[in-house]
């Protein structure tokens, strides 16, 4: 099969190739070159905010209108464009297959098409930036009336920002069917349920909460469109509708596709802490069962987006309860993470390292977030920079760090082929000194009174003194653009120049280690038989003799079940 696959004309192997780990590669590519757009995006309406009024190098000056469309195309990228194609369908698609001893997906043709979907949505987003009018610059939300009014939801480019969203998410509704149904149809003999990595789980709730959750934002935005081009009053009070009905459809979506985005997060920090610390994920069973509890609680928290939008008062406080409740599922997995790495054998590689940035990280989100979540307190920091920086210290350790800590875990099955460290970290030091410089002036600004809408800060007498701090910001900004060249440079070097991986370096115990590395079209040589969970390690944490799930076991000590290749259990 290898060898048939390897004949075949370039542009078949590498552009409409059926094989999961080539379309990993196109999401993952087509997911950083746009994440190098909606970060020039960032750097170019944070520079208007530093300096009001001073043409920003290759934009010229943002008036009001650019400005605008910056903010929404950098959101909706960042989320929509990045984080889904990389998280999600990236890794899930490189990974699931060869985690659970599958030859491929389980649905070949549906996984390129639903690439090839995802790349027309890329080109219809991109598209939208050229028509007349520009770009949609109504914000990521698309909140009516700002929406349908005249002046900022006239023209094309909204209409096809909408369009390209609904063209993604049908994208990810057939790599969900797919990622569903190889987890549990195509799993090697001998492993159940309990014996897949917490990563297959892991998307395995994100796809299911995906597909339950997207369904009211689609018939939400065709309500939309019809309002825009047909003249209809979904969401307009003079002709009977409500606004607020959009807020309600988009948020049942918008906050499970948080969880959606974390929750691949935490596969991949399951899966670094556990080889790199020389231990087995503690509390395994619990952790999966407070995924699926947090995947339920997940479509039961969206209002607290709402509390001063005009809804019912009286709905404040279930929703602040819900809101606090699902933090506990969330707890539980980070006690289980760090208690992993109690009285570990700990490894500081660079997996490692980003690892354990995600968790400091994603932590100061997380307590912040509680704060948004009480009626009282975000009646004051709604829309303010507050919240700015809470999402920020929430998304980017989730969308950022920990694919940078998955890349460098998995780099060496990837291309069999080592990143080099002093690259990497160079790359690590500054990603997180720059983050941190860019979010951290945004919590007083919050405090400041600073709304995240306003242009040009100078405006206004009582923001003048916060002035500094958005000049700080916007440095941060910049410097994590530059922060992203070592890591550029390093994966493309390394990729064609760098020094040969092991089969295995980092001793982990999962099935994907089991096979070359690269690994071949079709994965394994041989189909493998699994007899045992997905983390065994040696007792005394030395980790020297582990063996992967499918793996068979020379060792005469080990007290853990041997595992055999499907042919030296042949009866």
């Not at 499970?256 to 556990?274: D, K, N, R, S």
């Amino acid at each position: 099969m290898s060898a048939a696959h390897a004949e075949l004309p370039f542009w078949k192997r590498h552009l409409f190739s059926t094989d999961h780990k080539v379309i990993a590669r196109q999401y993952m590519l087509t997911g950083a070159l746009m994440a190098i757009v909606g970060g020039l995006f960032a750097a170019a309406f944070r520079h208007t905010l530093a300096w009001p009024g001073e043409s920003v190098p290759g934009f010229g000056v943002l008036g009001p209108d650019r400005y605008n469309t910056m903010v929404t195309l950098h959101g909706t990228i960042m989320v929509f464009w990045v984080a889904m194609p990389v998280l999600v369908a990236g890794f899930g698609n490189f990974l699931i297959p060869l985690m659970v001893g599958a030859e491929d997906m389980a649905f070949p043709r549906l996984n390129m098409l639903s690439y090839w979907v995802f790349f027309l949505s890329t080109a219809v987003l991109v598209a939208s930036l050229f028509v007349t009018g520009g770009g949609s610059g109504v914000g990521w939300t698309t909140y009516p009336p700002l929406s349908t009014s005249a002046r900022f939801g006239a023209g094309l480019g909204v209409d096809l920002w909408i369009l390209a969203v609904a063209l993604e998410f049908v994208a990810f509704l057939m790599g969900g069917i797919n990622f569903i149904t190889t987890a549990i149809n195509k799993r090697a003999p001998g492993m159940g349920l309990w014996d897949m990595p917490l990563f297959v789980w892991e998307e395995i709730v994100a796809s299911v909460v995906f597909m339950l959750s997207v369904g009211p934002l689609v018939a939400g935005a065709v309500m939309l469109l019809f309002d825009r081009n047909l003249g209809t009053g979904f969401y307009d009070p003079a002709a009977g509708g409500d606004p607020l009905l959009f807020q309600h459809l988009f948020w049942f979506f918008g906050h499970p596709e948080v969880y959606v985005l974390l929750l691949p997060a935490l596969g991949i920090l399951a899966e670094v802490l556990c080889a790199l610390s020389r231990k087995a994920l503690f509390g395994y069973r619990v952790v999966v069962w407070s995924t699926l509890v947090a995947g339920v609680l997940s479509f039961v928290v969206w209002a607290h987006h709402q509390f001063i939008s005009g809804i019912d008062p009286r709905l404040a406080s279930p929703f602040s309860l819900t809101t606090i409740l699902i933090s506990v599922p969330f707890s539980i997995t980070i006690f289980a993470f760090l208690a992993t790495l109690w009285k570990g054998s700990i490894r500081l590689e660079l997996p490692m390292l980003f690892a354990v940035a995600m968790l400091a990280e994603f932590l100061l989100g997380g307590v912040t977030g509680i704060v948004n979540g009480s009626a009282a307190a975000d009646i004051y920091i709604h829309d303010t920079y507050f919240v700015v920086a809470h999402f920020h210290y929430t998304l980017f350790p989730i969308v950022v760090l920990a694919p940078f800590a998955g890349v460098y875990y998995w780099f060496p099955k990837m291309t069999g082929r080592e990143l080099h460290r002093g690259l990497g970290y160079a790359h690590l030091a500054l990603t997180v000194v720059f983050f941190n410089l860019t979010f951290l002036p945004m919590f007083s600004l919050g405090m400041m009174g600073h709304h995240r809408r306003i242009a040009n800060p100078s405006m206004f007498e009582h923001l003048r003194a916060g002035q500094h701090l958005q000049v700080l910001a916007t440095v941060g900004a910049i410097g994590l653009l530059v922060a992203t060249v070592p890591f550029v440079v390093n994966v493309f070097w390394s990729a064609l120049r760098g020094r040969q991986a092991e089969r295995n370096p980092w001793r982990a115990t999962t099935l994907e280690w089991d096979t070359a590395s690269p690994p071949p079209h079709g994965n394994f040589d041989a189909p493998p038989v699994v007899s045992r969970g997905p983390y065994v390690y040696s007792p005394d944490g030395a980790g020297e003799d582990f063996v992967p799930q499918g793996a068979p076991d020379t060792s005469q000590e080990r007290a853990v079940p041997a595992v055999a290749m499907a042919e030296a259990v042949a009866p």
